[in-house]
């Protein structure tokens, strides 16, 4: 599109303005109808929405058969409260857009605006603007609902920003991207007895100690290693402030990571034993559940080797990330079901971490990042 400048400048002001509003998962009524708004002046063939609740779906067609290529963003935000003071800080009371979504989906609708000047010479490329990433609720969601089931797309992408890597540089990796994510929550259910007598209950303290002794002996926390695994305690409650009394009840929560989507079922089950066998000895009952699951993005070779192509072709660094990255994105779900790659984009090497209060979305790497996206598209519908 003629000017990328101009190009910038709009969407440098929809990503502010989208910094303005942020919304928590599952609740982005008002960030979908912003995106819609902007894509009605790029209009595609098909745009569908309450995609997964509130998502959205713009396909551009090609005017001959071929492969459908599916981007995808995210539209949520955190429950973070913002510290930064410049003029586009989070007009929401404890809430802001501390993972860059905000950029995110800014990058996807200037796909949105090369597409719309120029459609795919073949097949079809779908922009899917997802809820509910934070959560790990929203693939599912998306993957669920009928308008995207009839979709079967041929590739799939999506991208991150990464702090702490140059600014612009492309960051890929063959295999597992991310890691797979789930987080498990014990409850132990016991008997309330007076604390003087407290042979009279069955208090879950020993068992929730055991718990987290022998949970620890798995840790495998170097991601060079084959069988790499990080077990994090999270929350623990048990009994209440009375002191007269020996707790009956109790839960502790971990989140649990693996570096592939089928190690990760072998340490899940490995664990249920675990805590079930703990309560046992201990006269406990024990219920188990898993919350906020992300399976790992097993990236496809194929796909891989077209954002290496596109970055080459558009004279962009490229780094060859050799361990996954310790966080989940549930993006996972998309390259289990089909070829497909997520990829990192350079932040800069000083800007704040991911989920820090003081981040903001770096804007110069906007056009790098549309770039990037509308050359993958190219050469997939461009190939005989």
């Not at 920003?161 to 498990?184: D, M, Y």
């Not at 402030?241 to 089928?262: L, P």
């Not at 906020?292 to 290496?308: G, T, W």
């Not at 497909?340 to 971490?353: L, N, Q």
Request: with cysteine.
């Amino acid at each position: 599109m003629g000017n990328s400048n101009h190009r910038l400048d709009s969407l440098t002001v929809l990503r502010r303005e989208l910094h303005q509003y942020p919304e928590l998962s599952g609740e982005e009524y008002e960030t979908s109808q912003r995106i819609k708004i902007f894509l009605e002046n790029y209009p595609p063939d098909e745009l569908l929405s309450g995609i997964g609740t509130t998502g959205l779906l713009a396909i551009y067609n090609g005017t001959k058969k071929g492969k459908t290529v599916l981007f995808r963003t995210e539209l949520d935000a955190l429950a973070i409260s913002e510290t930064n003071t410049f003029e586009h800080q989070s007009q929401r009371e404890g809430v802001s857009h501390k993972c860059g979504h905000d950029g995110h989906m800014a990058i996807m609708c200037g796909l949105a605006v090369e597409l719309s000047h120029i459609r795919p010479r073949k097949g079809k490329v779908a922009l899917l603007f997802q809820p509910a990433e934070e959560d790990g609720s929203g693939a599912k969601k998306v993957f669920n609902d009928p308008n995207f089931q009839s979709l079967q797309p041929d590739y799939v992408f999506a991208l991150h920003n990464l702090p702490g890597f140059a600014l612009g540089q492309i960051v890929v990796k063959e295999k597992t991207f991310s890691c797979s994510v789930n987080s498990i929550i014990i409850k132990l259910i016991g008997k309330t007895a007076h604390a003087g007598e407290p042979e009279n209950g069955i208090n879950p303290s020993l068992a929730i100690a055991d718990i987290i002794n022998e949970f620890n002996k798995l840790i495998q926390a170097d991601i060079k290693n084959n069988n790499f695994c990080m077990i994090t305690p999270i929350h623990i409650r048990m009994g209440r402030k009375a002191y007269g009394v020996s707790a009956g009840a109790g839960e502790i929560h971990f989140t649990v990571r693996s570096d592939s989507n089928s190690k990760m079922k072998i340490i899940e089950a490995k664990l249920e034993n675990l805590a079930q066998k703990i309560a046992d000895k201990n006269q406990l009952k024990c219920q188990i559940n898993w919350v906020q699951e992300f399976q790992a993005n097993e990236n496809n070779k194929l796909a891989v080797n077209h954002v290496r192509k596109a970055a080459r072709l558009l004279d962009l660094a490229v780094v060859e990330k050799k361990t996954p990255f310790n966080w989940g994105e549930d993006f996972g779900l998309f390259t289990q079901n089909y070829p497909g790659a997520m990829f990192g984009i350079g932040a800069g090497e000083d800007t704040p971490a991911l989920h820090n209060p003081d981040y903001d979305f770096p804007d110069e790497i906007i056009n790098t990042a549309v770039s990037l996206f509308h050359q993958i598209s190219k050469q997939i519908s461009n190939a005989h």
